[in-house]
């Protein structure tokens, strides 16, 4: 059974990611949740990691949970942030354009080019299409939308000028500015985004509910562990909370509101 948390596994915490996947896998153990992997699974795609039926626990975005991983996933509690742009449960994207960019709001940038980190993301696409939907002329915006795969990938791209705008999740730029400062220098942030539930923690559709209450109570247990409390503080971790698939779905109005003012697609 694996264990996967690859939203927020960035090198910079990659050290306190491992020290609290190893602390939900004692949690778990206590739970009687036996047959864990002793670490955590990296190198796996999303989509061969969230549709494999030997996960066991992983951490998603909530708009391909409510989308194109709808029965795949189900989900158990979402995480509360502690860093700027997180309110409780939830959390918000920060526009950001390169630190020597003049321009004073979001609609300086039209006919920029745009990178997102992927197009099923909530925090780097569809809160962004959202944001920018209002300001569209004929269904476009920017002159140039590329995929960087990756947070981090859009900001260096930005340093680097081959990009000039991108929306970053908040807890992403938090942990890059506490941990990596240089990474986040070239940059500044423009404009924030409305908020949205947090990336939830989740576990394959078909889990009994036995098990998924299982992995509940080992993850309120894991939140509440002294033993892990250098590592919680390290990712911004403050606790989880339970939320319905209904407060998720703030995610598919903002496309279908997207939508409605003209602006389906991301251009």
């Known amino acids: 059974m694996q264990i996967s948390l690859p939203m927020y596994d960035l090198p910079c915490v990659e050290k306190a990611t491992d020290a609290w996947g190893e ?7 206590r739970e009687g949740v036996s047959d864990v992997t002793a670490r955590l699974t990296r190198g796996k795609s999303v989509d061969e990691l969230w549709r494999s039926p030997d996960l066991l626990l992983s951490q998603t975005c909530g708009y391909p949970l409510l989308t194109e991983f709808a029965n795949d996933l189900f989900l158990l509690l979402t995480p509360i942030y502690q860093t700027p742009g997180c309110e409780g449960a939830s959390y918000r994207s920060f526009i950001v354009v390169h630190a020597d960019n003049d321009a004073e709001t979001l ?6 080019r745009c990178a997102i980190n992927g ?3 909530q925090s780097g696409m569809n809160v962004l299409r959202r944001t ?4 569209t002329r004929d269904g ?33 730029f938090g942990l890059m500015a506490r941990y990596d400062p240089d990474s986040v220098s070239a940059v500044r942030i423009l ?8 990336l939830p923690y989740v576990t394959r559709h078909d889990a009994t509910p036995d098990l998924s209450r299982r ?37 598919t109005e903002m496309e279908a509101e997207a939508a409605e003012l003209g602006y389906p697609a991301l251009a």
């Open 23 to 29: 602390g939900l896998v004692r949690a778990l153990e």
């Open 107 to 112: 609609d300086d940038m039209r006919g920029s």
């Open 119 to 121: 197009p099923t993301s």
């Open 132 to 135: 920018v939907a209002p300001l």
């Open 140 to 172: 476009q915006f920017f002159s140039e939308v590329v995929v960087s795969g990756k947070h981090p990938v859009s900001i260096a791209m930005i340093a680097a000028g081959q990009a000039d705008v991108a929306a970053i999740d908040c807890v992403t």
């Open 191 to 198: 404009a924030e985004t409305q908020s949205a539930p947090s």
């Open 215 to 251: 992995l509940t109570a080992a993850l309120n247990r894991a939140a509440e562990d002294p033993d892990l409390a250098v590592a919680r503080d390290d990712l911004l971790l403050d606790g989880f909370t339970a939320l319905s698939l209904g407060d998720y779905t703030v995610m």
